[in-house]
Each structure stands twice: as C-alpha cells, then as structure tokens.
C-alpha cells in the first residue's frame, strides 16, 4: 500500500468509530503511524470529519414535530379500528342478507367508510401540527378587516363570528389551508407573551365549513381537549366550526373564549 | 405496539431520521411528511419485524423507500418554487470547511450526484457503520465504500477542502 492508496481507503475514516476494525482501514492507520506526510494528512483528514460530522448533526427537527407523529398515528389508529368495526358489522349483516342486498350494503358502507378521516378529532389533530410544526403566513396585517377581506378574496371562509375575548387580542396574519378539498381559514393572533424567535403568533384560530366534519361539535359550549402540549377548543357557530389553539392547558385557551 | 412503547420509539429515532429526510430532500415539509410516513408504516407493518435490533435499519430503510417514492412522484409531477427556480448557489471558493454553515454543507451536497447523497448523509449524520449503510440502501458493502470513497471526496472538494490526491480506484476497498 502506498501513501495514495492510504489516503484513498483513509477517506472513510471516522475517528472514535469502529472503522478503524476494518482491516484496509487498520493497515492504512499502521502506515500513517510510519510515514509523517500521510499522519499530517491524516490529521487534517480527521478534524475535517469531525467538521463536517458536527454540521450535519446540527440540522434540528421543527418544534412540535414528535408531537405531531405521535398525535396523527393515534388519530389514524382510531380511524383504522373504526373502520376494522365497520367491516365486522358489514360482515355479520351480509351473513343474514341475500345477496341483492349484500350489494345494496356494500355500496353504502363503502362511500361511509371512506369519510372517515372528515372527523373533528382527525381535523383538530392536523390544525394542530400544521401550528406547532411550523407554517407560513400568506398575508401578514394586524387589521382584522383586511385578514377577512384576503380570506374572502382567497375564497376560504371569511365571514366568521369571533368570540368577544378574542377580538380583543391582536392578530397578526393569516393563510389559507386544506382539508379534505376545502378550504380553511387559518387566523394567527398574538396572545402578549414573549414569543420565541421566528415565532409570529402564538394562538391560532382555524374556521370551515360545517358540512366537511362529519362529527361537528354542537353548537354554543366549546369542546376542550389537549393535543399534546397544545390546549384546543373547538365550537360550532352558524355553518362554520371554530378550532382555537395554543400552547398550555385549557385555563389559558378559555381566557380567549 | 402500545401506546408508550411507540411513543419512546419515535423520542429515540424521530431527530436523525429527520436529519436524513432534511439532507436527502432539503426541504423542511417534505422531511416532515417522511418522518411522519415512516412512523405510520411502522405502526402498520412494523409488528412484522421479528429482530429487535433491527429497527433503527428498518427505520432508515422505509424512510429512503418512501424519499424515493416521493423523488419519483416529483419527477413526473415537479414542484417548482420560486426560489428553487433561481441559479444555483456559486461553487464555494477555497475556504477551510469550518467556514461553512450547515446550510451550505447540505447545498453542497445536494450537488452530488444522487447515489452518493443518502450513503455520505448516513455516513456523517448517524455514524452508520459500511454494513449498516450497505442494508439501509440495500446496495452491496463494496458498492457502498466505493460510493462513500467518491462522494466524500467530492463533496470535501466542493467544500474546498484538501483531499490530496484520491486518484485511486476505490473499487478495491
């Protein structure tokens, strides 16, 4: 082996790994041991790795996105054993139907199940992630009328009815999302506490149409539940469902309600 | 598998398959949506995995599948946004590599040639051993050395580094 050669196999080198039990490896470390040219490189080699190793390492997941996965498995895992129950029903049924019936079932269970993801714990659960993982305002105004006018324009609802403690507080922008082929309006606000950096809103009210939630909640008391480390409510009003969110527990959210 | 037990499964492993989704899609989303995938393939199929000790390559393996998946959807249906369409970052100048950001490493690598990209990411983000990587891209050992051997070089190149002379063929290692 020459002192090319070495370089060549002692690219693959990371210090403090088990690399150096490969034997091309260990002969070409034996060899920089005796020749003071390729120890230079070597040295140079290694502390570039080790560069390179701490640059990589330093890409860092959003905030909120092990919340996410964990939050979403477990929303897909209740639809997936709804829909296993389902099967069972339509099972049992067919079992005491003739078959021209059988048919007539199927084709309503099919459609049936296929809209199970339009559920509020589904639609609260993706809210939630697309708030805590990070999103992109598609207009940023702190003036409500100008918000409701770009949501108007973007064909997303527009004509939604705040709460009298959340008109209070201040907004920051807006941006349209999807669910299930319709549009939602997501409203960013400012609740008036520190904000972490490259954080412009910290309370976020998502609004759709009522039709596109197959369990809407009913309307007038709002429906509490935690997403994780984010407090949601959720309400139903005229043809919209409301979905408020934050960080921190019910006590926080019920002060914008 | 119980709630609790895939709970501390996506704590132990959700970052660095982060880490490879971002370096192999360089898009914070598209990194999201194949961790998020990669998890939910796991809570359908990962039942099937009989070896415990496998999990971390089953893991990185679903993963690159699904970027693959995904690589190909784009192809045929591509995704320009509009400062992805602007000119290419300038070749990087002479600088010692500690110069760089990691945002100018992982743009550095996204200007290698595919195949490399996935081996040199596992390489440096998950201290992966050769075998490790080889079973993740289920590609042979030596092909995977031989890609390690270029696309590291290529990349301290382009980073401009010294990587004196590699002229050799890496086939051998």
Known sequence: ?257 | MAGVEFESLVAQYYEPLYQFAFSLAHDESDACDLTQQTFCIWAVKGHQLRDASKVKTWLFTTLHREFLGLRRRQTRFPHVELEQAEPELPVVSQAAISRHDTAQVLAMLARLDEIYQAPVALFYLQDCSYNEIAEILQVPLGTVKSRLSRGIGRLQELLGGDTTPPRAEPTHL
């Open chain 1, 1 to 257: 082996m020459n002192i090319n050669e070495a370089k060549t196999i002692l690219l693959l080198y990371r210090p403090g790994t088990a690399d150096a039990e490969d034997s091309q490896i260990a002969g070409a470390l034996a060899l920089a041991k005796r020749e003071p040219e390729l120890a230079r490189w070597l040295e140079e080699h290694c502390a570039r790795q080790e560069t390179l190793r701490a640059q990589f390492r330093q890409i860092a997941a959003p905030a909120g996105l092990r919340e996410q996965i964990i939050s979403e498995s477990a929303a897909r895992a209740m639809a997936v054993s709804r829909q296993r129950r389902n099967t069972i029903f339509a099972a049992v049924a067919a079992m005491a139907a003739v078959v021209v019936l059988l048919i007539v079932m199927s084709a309503s269970w099919l459609p049936h199940r296929s809209t199970d993801d339009t559920t509020l714990a589904v639609y609260r659960n993706q809210m939630a992630g697309i708030a805590l993982r990070g999103y992109g305002m598609d207009f940023t105004t702190n003036d409500p009328e100008q918000i409701r006018a770009y949501l108007a324009q973007k064909q997303a609802p527009a004509d939604y009815t705040l709460p009298a403690a959340l008109q209070k507080a201040a907004v920051a922008g807006c941006a349209v999302e999807g669910w299930q082929n319709v549009k939602v309006s997501m409203i960013c606000f400012r609740t008036g506490r520190p904000l972490p950096p490259n954080q412009s809103s910290d309370l976020w009210l998502f609004v759709v149409d009522r039709a596109s939630l197959k369990d809407a909640p009913a309307t007038g008391q709002p429906r509490f539940i935690a997403v994780n480390r984010f407090a949601t409510a959720a309400w139903a009003q005229g043809d919209k469902v409301y979905l408020l969110g934050m960080q921190g527990d019910e006590s926080a959210i019920r002060k914008f309600l």
